[in-house]
């Protein structure tokens, strides 16, 4: 098995020179490892807890972003898509469209998400069970593209909050199809704040890393040079100058397991 | 408070005349009691389980007939919508729109929805909390639309199930937007027989009896003259042919209560 | 079906002149719907969340209390046992034997219950599913003792808190034996205040009338005057002087509920 | 750190020669690694889901038994006990007092336990949070007795379901007792097969291996030479020949993750 790839940015793109920012600081952070990265960042944040919450710079100015990024640092980019008229859009510039979890069922997205012939990224919902993601794979399967990974990112325990059943990771990887974990969404509270949502950034290494032990093709985290002052999501980020600990921490798990599985 | 309204119909629309007879059945149904009715029906189920299960007749043919049942029976009408681009063109046709419990937090959805001026009836996400509905409905009403039900239909609760949290009907009251009770998919089984969702017919009367003792506006049962083989959802439907007898039932109760709370 | 009956007193035993005067604020609060009660409080807290909580008064004295209680007011009384030792000395006193939920799968506690000869209530586990309780009944059943009460109290719902899953009624009553639902530790947030459990007594009314319209055959409600003042469960009791209120609001579901099931 | 602890057996003791046999399948599976190892057996499963499962040898075999397996191998022993009176009886010849889950909050268990003056294992509840854990350790601890250890087992999660929260594991380590995660029964589907519960023996591997990569003091594993017809637990038991490929592989990341813990 290869080693893990990572998908990594900003949550929301605020600028080219800030997504710059990280994806320079993703690349020194993923060189000692030798560790792939796929940057990623959305051009809309489509479903906020709430009104208040910032949107975005729009797929426009987004997809300019994203494709400069991918240009200069060389690396794939990935960015999610909320309706089935934006995927074609977004697939002239990015590799990887992903496909939110509260819409992971929508079969109209799904289908024209995959009709892209991109590679397709489903959030697991938090409502569904993992075996409940073969289903979900079979529609984008059935425009004939099979390039899907499938994503585990919490399932909903109680009010507000999430849990992590990594049962699921081999569940799903049964399917045939890469398993990622997404190690800050899965310590989100939903809600947990009012009108925003919390978060666990302190577990979020603990989960990355029970991911890598247990053995997944992708981790993604989310990352900010400063967390707390993110336009979403910061409750659950992972600050910048922390990230070539973490991955070289993961690293270690993940040359680890994948030897073990070859065993 | 008024006695309770009726949100009712097939799930999915078959043809005219399926839709004039489930009509019919249901002004019958009503009869005895005088309870109002909406009739209910989706042009499109944009989020099955599966691949293999039916989309439905189109919004197109879908609106024609809505529109006709309306005007032949003069009930008010309602269906989902799934994109925000159908709201206008449902708005046309239909008295309510409905926001799927999946879409809730959809900001696009809720605006293009609350901009009609219809009312607009919000399933609350099977992963969200009562209280999170607040800045759900915040979205529509941001619209200038203060015509917004909050519609109850069952949480997560561990994999391929759902409960019903009857603290959720007084906590979503609290908003000061009338409350629905969705008793037929509240016993949906997400998932639950492999490629479609199962569910638990008999508790249906159950819970809405049980929301009717609690205080609710509004009721929501889908019916079936012969649920095991109706397209969508029957295993969690009411049987046509039943639907006077749970009225009746949950008439009583919904008096009793009504009466109780102007104590 | 019989009217239901009402389990009801001060969680805790405090004193022989308190215990009084709970019984006389029952006994007038039942007294316009001809409401039958039980008495019932415990003499040990055996298994308060923190340490520094208060126990009770001890078996001796607190079943010395209940049998004054008994004699002065003509009513049962019902009291929890924690351990099997303890069974027959509180049967001596007592007309009913109380099952903690904790404790739900304890055979030997099961079967010394059972062998009483005495009423048992068994509250159903929070991490047991409603189908499971047949088992469990089956253990005191199995002494010859089919006196049996099964009570539904919350189920582990997240972290600190329990839903009411009302299906659970109706899946309890097929085994035949008479269904307790249990109001007021329903509503408890256990370990929610750091050292002791938390409760939302606001919620208690509401879900005892959902019952009473799902049709059980008694209700257990904890009280006390000053419930802020209580040594336990203070935050989930209702206080006495709502409890006439009450009793005549569930009694009025409750003649609806079984003339609508004779029906 | 020092490596991980072992906490194996065959769940129910069977017979002296069993025991041994299991003894010695142990003593051979740790041998590679030099993974020290607590012999686990109860003499009594005094919570069986149902009536007609077997209860065990009974106190004094059982004791008997233990005790000669302390001194033919020279490894510590640990049982679980059910009732006060039980503690010191059971302490004349184990190292290690068990807790069971649902008995995590029984204040008399804990003290008795805990004035032993052994080493308490306590299973944290099915229905409480991690954090819950520190008030039921201070019951213990109140006795002068600081030998806990805090042992995760799965939280209940839906119906027959638990789900392990990783999280929980630092949640628990912060309070100073050393963390054992019991992965046997983390995959036990309470009640699952209707008269006794379901396991899913194929992801204890995968939860101890998280549990490892998350950073453990203990890990427990029950483990028989034919799961299938153990008289207790076999759907979630490790098939004895399988033990030491486990061991050797949980090891690695042990190792790597106590290496990980200095830097």
Redesign the interface.
């Known amino acids: 098995a290869l080693p893990f790839g990572l998908i990594s940015g900003p949550c929301q793109l605020e600028s080219l020179d800030h997504a710059r920012m990280i994806a320079e600081g993703l690349a020194q952070a993923c060189a000692p490892t030798g560790t792939r990265f796929v940057f990623k960042a959305s051009y809309d944040k489509?479903?906020?807890?709430?009104?208040g919450a910032e949107?975005g710079v729009g797929i426009d100015a987004g997809l300019e972003i994203l494709g400069r990024i991918r240009e200069e640092f060389g690396c794939p980019v990935l960015t999610d898509v909320?309706?089935?008229d934006q995927c074609a859009r977004a697939a002239e510039v990015v590799d990887i469209l992903q496909i939110p979890a509260?819409?992971c069922?929508?079969?109209?997205l799904l289908f024209a998400a995959g009709e892209t012939g991109r590679v397709i990224n489903i959030k697991k919902?938090?409502?569904?069970?993992p075996?409940?993601m073969a289903?979900v794979a079979?529609?984008v399967a059935?425009t004939g593209n099979e390039n899907i990974l499938l994503c585990e990112r919490g399932?909903?325990?109680?009010?507000?909050?999430l849990?992590?059943?990594?049962?699921g990771?081999?569940t799903m990887a049964a399917s045939g199809y890469p398993v990622v974990f997404d190690a800050t969404h899965s310590?989100q509270q939903?809600?947990g704040l009012g009108?925003s949502s919390g978060g666990?950034r302190e577990?979020a290494p603990?989960?990355a890393?029970?991911?890598?032990?247990?053995g997944v093709s992708m981790v993604f985290i989310e990352t900010h040079e400063d967390p707390d002052r993110a336009p979403s999501d910061g409750p659950n980020m992972i600050p910048l100058d922390q990230m070539q600990g973490l991955i070289s921490?993961l690293s270690?798990?993940d040359r680890?397991?994948k030897g073990?599985m070859i065993r």
């Open positions: 489509a479903n906020r807890s709430s009104l949107r909320h309706a089935a509260f819409l069922r929508q079969t109209d919902g938090q409502f569904l069970a075996w409940d289903n079979a529609k059935s399932t909903s325990f109680g009010y507000n909050t849990v992590t059943d990594f049962r990771l081999p310590v939903p809600g009108s666990q577990f603990v989960l890393r029970a991911a890598c032990a247990v921490d270690a798990f680890l397991t073990q």
